[in-house]
């Protein structure tokens, strides 16, 4: 006779989840006599606890038993959930106001007085700073999130050329400057909210690469409303990802405005192309989307454009009276340049005096 439970004899499952026994083996002198074994179980998976399933045979006059031990655990972390935004922009020696976050355990529930927080943040310096968010339920299992804090110079810079560019020719502009190296940071008229137009372009991209949705049919698309702003495309990618999911991703990397209305481009402002910029570097940096990278460095309505052949990754909008030019700039320290326009006429040397102007003002600060 011979029995003998397959898998392990001791067993451990998270709670709620299912559980499918193994099973068992007998035979008596080569023929299976399976049909003669009883099983009984006390198993909960809805409750956390030690049970057992016990097998009984009873064969011509014989009783053996055998005994699985099932442990119900908790493996599921909990969440937490931030208030306010991912990514907070300040200005140097303003004051950061904490809006803090909630947490709750699939067990214990809300346990949001068990969050520790703690951040390296100097609001009197420029750079980029996170908040940090912890939480462990009572079985250890843990969850942390992060809130990317940005503080750059105050516009009110009286000598900052860019400003003196702009205000002197009042000219329509809101800009950005941001160092992916060092942090440093330098925005003016950011929080005013453009018609977006093929910028949108951008984060469809992005998302098809966050979520491998990149393969040889989405590729030749991609290429298409990068290189050439090509608008079929670009309808026939954001149908593909829908406009539910792109507003819930562009949400997620920290941004305000992402397809606030049914509208295909939606509106836009400088903080919010930081914010997408800044994960493009990231997925095309040490050598990665090698092809996605190669797209972006292109000519096609690049005004951005340096007398050293520096190369740039660029992305433009144009939309009735709205001109667009956002980028990376692949210095040795690369940074961000966001130009967000309402200019409809002329708008070319106009974008790249600007460019140059934060190209010298970019060394300036090295």
């Known amino acids: ?19 499918e026994d193994a099973g068992y083996e007998v035979t008596f002198f080569g023929k299976k006599v399976d049909a003669f074994v009883k099983v009984k179980s006390n198993l909960d998976v809805h409750t956390l606890g030690t049970y057992q399933i016990k097998y009984t045979l009873s064969y011509i006059g014989l009783k053996f038993d055998a005994i699985r031990m099932i442990q119900v655990v908790d493996y599921e972390s909990p969440t937490i959930t931030l208030y306010g935004e991912e990514t907070v922009f300040l200005f140097a020696g303003d004051d950061y106001i904490e809006n803090g976050a909630i947490a709750f355990d699939n067990l214990e529930g809300d346990i949001t007085n068990k969050i520790k927080i ?11 700073y996170k908040v940090f968010y912890r939480v462990q339920d009572e079985f250890g299992n843990a969850t942390s999130v992060e809130r990317t804090i940005i503080v ?3 516009v009110s810079e009286k000598n900052n050329p860019m400003v003196q560019y702009v205000t ?3 000219y329509p502009i809101s800009f950005g400057y941001y160092n992916l190296v060092t942090g440093d940071s330098y925005f003016y008229n950011e929080d005013k909210v453009y018609y977006a137009a093929s910028l949108i372009k951008v984060v469809e991209a992005l998302y098809l690469y966050d979520h491998d949705m990149v393969n040889e049919n989405t590729k030749e698309y991609i290429k298409k409303i990068i290189t050439r702003s090509d608008n079929p495309s670009h309808h026939y990618l954001q149908e593909l990802i829908g406009k539910n999911n792109l507003r819930a991703y562009g949400k997620s990397l920290g941004a305000k405005y992402v397809l606030p209305t049914n509208d295909a481009c939606g509106t836009t402002t400088v903080t919010d192309q930081i914010v997408f910029l800044k994960r493009l570097y990231e997925i095309t940096k040490d050598n990665k989307n090698e092809e996605l990278k190669s797209w972006f460095i292109n000519d096609y309505g690049n005004h951005l454009h340096l007398d050293n052949g520096i190369s740039i990754m660029h992305k433009y909008g144009l939309y009735d009276q709205v001109y667009h030019d956002v980028g990376i700039v692949l210095d040795e320290q690369p940074y961000i340049i ?9 708008f070319p040397p106009i974008v790249n005096g600007l460019a140059k102007i934060m190209y010298q003002y970019h060394l300036s600060r090295k």
Do not use: A, R
């Open 118 to 128: 703690d951040s390296n943040l100097n609001s009197e310096k420029v750079g980029e």
């Open 152 to 154: 750059s110079q105050k």
């Open 168 to 170: 002197e020719h009042n």
């Open 338 to 346: 966001v130009v967000l326009t309402e200019i409809p006429e002329g």
């Open 1 to 19: 006779m011979q029995f003998q439970l397959k898998g392990n004899d001791f067993v451990e499952i998270g709670i709620h989840s299912d559980y």
